[in-house]
Nanobody
């Protein structure tokens, strides 16, 4: 059974930092592209960052330079380091993974709230 379990969400002040983790099980993690999406109330789910199985990364323009995605294949875990956070980063953050592209499997999400 495939599971993606996110953790690390919470409440943070604007300008602060959080690190999200996503622990994967039931897949050959090292072969999967992984990513983080987010969805704010009333808005569509959007890509935040992705990392391929070879380690190549891409970011949404809105987070580029502030967020960093990384992976630890030994721990079957993907991370999202979020710095210089803004009010507009408030959303439910989802971890996703797939072979060749993300989106095959999804976690349940972890809430991130940025306060002023």
């Amino acid at each position: 059974q495939v599971q993606l379990v996110e953790s690390g969400g919470g409440l943070v002040q604007a300008g602060g930092s959080l690190r999200l983790s996503c622990a994967a099980s039931g897949i050959m993690f090292r072969l999967y592209d992984m990513g983080w999406y987010r969805q704010a109330p009333g808005q569509q789910r959007e890509l935040v960052a992705a990392i391929t199985r070879s380690g190549s990364t891409n970011y949404a323009d809105s987070v580029n330079g502030r967020f960093t995605i990384s992976r630890d294949n030994a721990k079957n875990t993907v991370y999202l380091q979020m710095n210089a956070m803004k009010l507009e980063d408030t959303a439910l953050y989802y971890c996703t993974g797939g072979v060749s592209k993300t989106g095959t499997y999804w976690g349940q999400g972890t809430q991130v709230t940025v306060s002023s």
